[in-house]
């Protein structure tokens, strides 16, 4: 078997990048049914997006590749690797780690709306990952596209040259064989070695309950095959290889070694996908490289929130659940905690607030529980007057005044894309959530691209609908974390009927905690439905009440009539009362609706 | 020998016009009474033989509008009663009547049957508030027809009244009452309005004006204070009397005590069972004339489990202002009622929700008013009954 480099000429990695919406995963679909991945029989929307939420929400969560088989006009034969990225701020990283298994990269731009934040992030991504950068105007089926402008700007803003670039229409189908000449044509080849020792890199894995962890890989130098002993420079493991191949959208394909320039799966009867981190370098245990590939992280978790089953019954339920998800995503972190208000539950660490959204979402359809969420908080840095420093990523753990010396929180660096319309509202915005302003650039006469430092604790309650409301949905929003800097922090407690509810308790900016207060005491009120007994709700800090509203007390409950003997009827009302009851939370002696916990989320009045 | 008690309600599901607010199951325009008593006399027969250990200590005669029934159908079906079931000498009879459709002669022709007491549904006594409801007569015809029933010998009457109706305020309401309480009726039932769903106010509801619930619960209160001044106590949520004036009917439903209905949607509660017919007067005579021809006219019919029927005495004893009593609950079910609800008890003893005095727990107004949040909360509903009440009976 002589395996050589002259082979990967016929290789081409790439990887399409793109603001969300602007036609990413119909492009992909397009790209699979034009080289005949797929028959157009075959074809579903979104193929590569598999998880149902994914297809619903139109987004993609994970990444995948899959392997393309292309005959050139000229009669040449050629593999096209298309490695999908998810395309939201939350992903960030994943989003680097398989921008650097490509050589090069498509980039989107939406014909009717330019450029966008997450089109600008990603293509910096894929610029700062070396990437050769294929532009691609699509939508040019809609009446109010504009060809010429879109590729203007993505002259004039991302700076790499757009004339002649292919136009599309995805959705239609126009112009694909022009995408895939170029995608040949324009993006290099693989350069590397297959004599020098193994270098891979993990771009992504998942759990398989036959095959144990998937691994996907890049192969930068060397060859592996089945019987190779890997080691994983990262995390330290060793692993037996038991079989390679390469990815179609209907499964894996086992072939005889994965050589340079390749992108395929790797398996190796790996238990626990932690063993397999995204941006790990794969190399041989005897033999290999002693430099691992650059840019390797844990994932962090950014926002923390407790999620508890809404029937405590089903605690062990849910941290299967959690354990399960936890095999496919390593970004997600649990641990038990307890709360007074609702009993045994788990903090849960997440990249962001999409990424808890589709946690929680997937625990509740994929495993059938109803979960209460507590609100997400950010991991305070708090130093204290003994001279130690402690991370909180629970507001009940928050210590008191007195013991804190410094409080820091965590700020970001956001930058925020929006028609020039809305810039004052978003700047109120931005003022409003404590944002310091640092510059604003003007992308053309209609466009600006604003930069702000914004908190992230001010990120995590609904400042991506409130940016999306107050620019009728044109403002586009990306952000990474700066570091922590200090500010004047509070706890803010929630009482109800006199008692601190621990659940509802969350940190607060000082200057914000007398509105926000106020705010979620008449969220509260909506969400507790009236009792026998009136209920206070109050907000204090420390012990000084700074708001109050009151649920009155129940007024008629009553079955006036009994219908000629109808007992039937009353017994099944009373049964459904019941029914109702058992739904809500009890705190104390005040029943709450599951939903209440949410409530401090939603807090932007437009 | 004691003999076994029972009631009988008789369903005439007819009316010159549907009332807006109301889900009763009736038909207007309806022409064949004289197929319809032999109907309901058809299912009396099929019920005579089971019910001849039995004596029958109350009959009640509902609708719909009774009264609209020919007076000649009226005579078949009230000698049919007496033909098929041992009716007491000191039964309570009564008969529903909406006034404007009684005339002196037929009242004084059903008073000699043996019918001893009469309902009528006034409602209110203000003109407007009778448009509102979309009733058909006027105060006066009510005047008129109350006058009827007492010259014809009635001597134990009952006016319905309601509140909570649209454009009603606690001044009205009050002049309402005097107007009732002047008459001096035997029994005076005070009914909340409750929008029921698929009328005509359900659907309108947004356009109805009606008494927020701070006021509604103003209404209830001192309507139940003025009519206790003036001799009528309450002794159900919404039904008051004068001393030794209470339906022994109504009682049957609350006492947990057996039933049986006759006509299309009539409920029964007969030998541990519950069963009701389906809300269709065709269905009803067709299975009956055609008994061979496998017509299902029950609506529900399910046999009462021991702990469904612990659910039952709670739910429908404590809507009596005498309550639940401790010691018939021990010896009815051998489990002390104040000890296994002891923390909800508490609750709503500490809160003036519920009183305890010799032996029975009982709701104050206050607690009366919200009964339903309080019920459920001692209910089991357990799986058995759960499972008998989701199969099929929800229409």
């Not at chain 1, 934040?117 to 293509?123: C, E």
């Not at chain 2, 067709?286 to 017509?295: S, T, V």
């Amino acid at each position: 078997m002589s395996i050589t480099n002259d082979r990967q000429k016929h290789i081409r990695n790439f990887s399409i990048v793109a603001h969300i919406d602007h036609g990413k995963s119909t492009l992909a679909d397009r790209i699979l049914e034009y080289t005949q991945t797929v028959s157009k029989r075959d074809m579903e929307e979104q193929l590569l997006d598999n998880m149902d939420l994914e297809r619903e929400r139109g987004i993609t969560i994970k990444a995948r590749a899959v392997k393309l088989n292309y005959t050139a006009p000229d009669g040449q034969e050629y593999i096209l690797n298309l490695i999908d990225t998810p395309g939201h701020v939350d992903f960030n990283y994943e989003v680097s780690r398989s921008l650097n298994a490509c050589d090069g990269a498509i980039l989107i731009v939406d014909a009717t709306q330019g450029i966008q934040a997450q089109t600008l992030a990603n293509a910096y991504l894929a610029v700062d990952a070396g990437l050769e950068i294929l532009p691609v105007v699509n939508k040019i089926d809609l009446p109010s596209a504009d060809i010429e402008g879109a590729q203007k700007e993505i002259e004039d803003v991302i700076g790499i040259p757009a004339e002649g670039c292919p136009a599309v229409s995805a959705k239609v189908g126009l112009n694909i064989d022009k995408v895939v000449e170029r995608i040949v044509s324009d993006l290099p080849c693989p350069s590397g070695d297959v004599d020098k020792p193994l270098k891979c890199l993990i771009f992504d894995s998942y759990y398989d309950s036959y095959l144990g962890v998937v691994v996907y890989v890049r192969v930068f130098d060397g060859v592996v095959k089945s019987g190779d002993e890997i080691y994983m420079m990262g995390t330290g493991k060793r692993f037996t290889v038991v079989d390679v191949g390469t990815m179609s959208p209907f499964g894996l394909t086992k072939s005889d070694y994965l050589a340079a320039g390749d992108v395929g799966y790797i398996t190796a009867s790996i238990k626990n996908v932690a063993d397999t981190r995204v941006g790990d370098t794969v190399t041989l245990a005897e033999g290999g490289v002693t430099e691992a590939l650059p840019g390797f992280k844990k994932a962090m978790p950014m926002v923390f929130a407790g999620i508890y089953p809404a029937d405590g019954a089903k605690y062990g339920d849910l941290r299967d659940a959690l354990e399960k998800l936890r095999l496919n995503d390593a970004a997600l972190s649990f641990e038990p905690e307890t709360s007074a208000a609702l009993g045994f539950g788990f903090r849960c660490g997440f990249l962001g607030l999409l990424h808890m959204e589709i946690i929680e979402e997937r625990i509740e359809r994929e495993f059938n529980l109803d979960l209460i969420t507590t609100a997400p908080s950010v991991i305070y840095k708090i130093e204290k007057t003994d001279g130690s420093v402690v991370f909180i990523d629970n507001p009940a753990n928050y210590p008191s005044p007195d013991e804190i010396a410094t409080s820091n929180e965590p700020i970001v660096k956001a930058t925020i894309i929006t028609p020039t319309d809305y810039i004052g509202g978003i700047m109120e915005l931005c003022q409003d959530r404590r944002g310091s302003f640092i510059d604003m650039k003007y992308i053309d006469q209609t466009r600006a691209e604003l930069h702000y430092m914004l908190p992230l604790n001010e990120i995590v309650y609904d400042f991506f609908d409130a940016l999306k409301s107050r620019s009728r949905g044109y403002a586009s929003l990306d952000y990474e974390l700066d570091g922590y800097y200090p500010s004047k922090l509070v706890k803010l407690d929630i009482l109800l009927n006199g008692d601190v509810v621990d659940a509802l308790s969350f940190i607060v900016h000082e200057d914000k905690a007398y509105a926000r207060g106020r705010k979620i005491c008449e969220k509260l009120k909506e969400n507790i439905p009236r009792q026998l007994f009136e209920v206070p709700v109050q907000a204090a800090i420390g012990g000084r009440i700074i708001a109050r509203e009151t649920v009155k007390a129940l007024r008629k409950d009553v079955l006036a009539k009994c219908y000629g003997g109808d007992i039937t009827r009353k017994k099944k009302l009373l049964e459904k009362q019941k029914e109702g009851k058992k739904k809500m939370r009890t705190l104390g002696t005040v029943e709450v609706t599951p939903e209440a916990f949410m409530a401090v989320l939603k807090l932007d009045d437009e | 020998m004691n003999r076994k008690k029972l009631g009988l309600y008789i369903h005439i599901p007819i009316c010159e016009k549907k009332c807006a607010y109301c889900d009763f199951y009736s038909v207007t325009h309806f022409e064949e009474c004289s197929r319809y008593t032999d109907s309901l006399l058809l299912q009396m027969e099929d019920f005579s033989k089971e019910c001849s250990s039995y004596e029958v200590d109350s009959v009640f005669i509902g609708g719909g509008t009774p009264t609209l029934l020919p007076k000649k159908n009226m005579v078949e079906l009230i000698n049919g009663i007496y033909r098929n079931f041992k009716v007491l000498k000191d039964a309570e009879f009564t008969m529903e009547a909406n006034p404007a459709s009684v005339d002196l002669s037929t009242l004084k022709k059903y008073r000699k049957l043996g019918v001893n007491r009469l309902s009528i549904g006034m409602q209110s006594a203000n003109e407007k508030e009778l448009r509102g409801l979309t009733r058909i007569h006027t105060f006066e015809e009510f005047c008129n027809s109350y006058a009827a029933a007492r010259k014809a010998g009635f001597d134990n009457i009952n006016v319905d009244v309601m509140y909570g109706i649209p454009m009603q305020t606690k001044e009205s309401l009050d002049r309402t009452l005097t107007e009732v309480i002047r008459l001096e009726p035997e029994h005076i039932s005070l009914y909340g309005l409750k929008i029921e769903e698929g009328t005509p106010f359900a659907k309108h509801e947004d356009k109805l004006v009606l008494p927020d619930e701070d006021v509604e619960y103003a209404m209830y209160t001192s309507s139940i204070e003025k009519l206790a001044r003036h001799g009528y106590k309450q002794y159900e949520i919404s039904n008051f009397a004068r001393k030794g004036r209470e339906c022994r009917h109504n009682l049957r439903y609350w006492n947990c005590e057996e039933y049986l209905g006759f006509g299309p949607a009539a409920h029964s509660y007969f030998k541990d069972r519950r069963f009701s017919y389906k809300r269709s007067v065709s269905m009803f005579m067709d299975a009956l004339e055609y008994p061979d021809a496998g017509i299902n006219i029950f609506e529900e019919d399910y046999e009462v489990t021991p702990s469904a029927r612990v659910d039952e005495y709670i739910m429908l004893q404590l809507r009596l202002n005498k309550g639940l009593d401790e010691n018939d609950f021990k010896e009815r079910f051998g489990v002390d009622f104040g000890e296994k609800y002891a923390k909800d008890l508490k609750l709503y003893l500490d809160n003036g929700f519920m009183k305890y005095e010799n032996g029975r727990y009982f709701f104050t107004p206050k607690g009366m008013y919200v009964s339903n949040y309080i019920l459920s909360s001692f209910l089991t509903f357990e799986s058995e009954i759960a499972d008998n009440i989701a199969s099929g009976l929800d229409k």
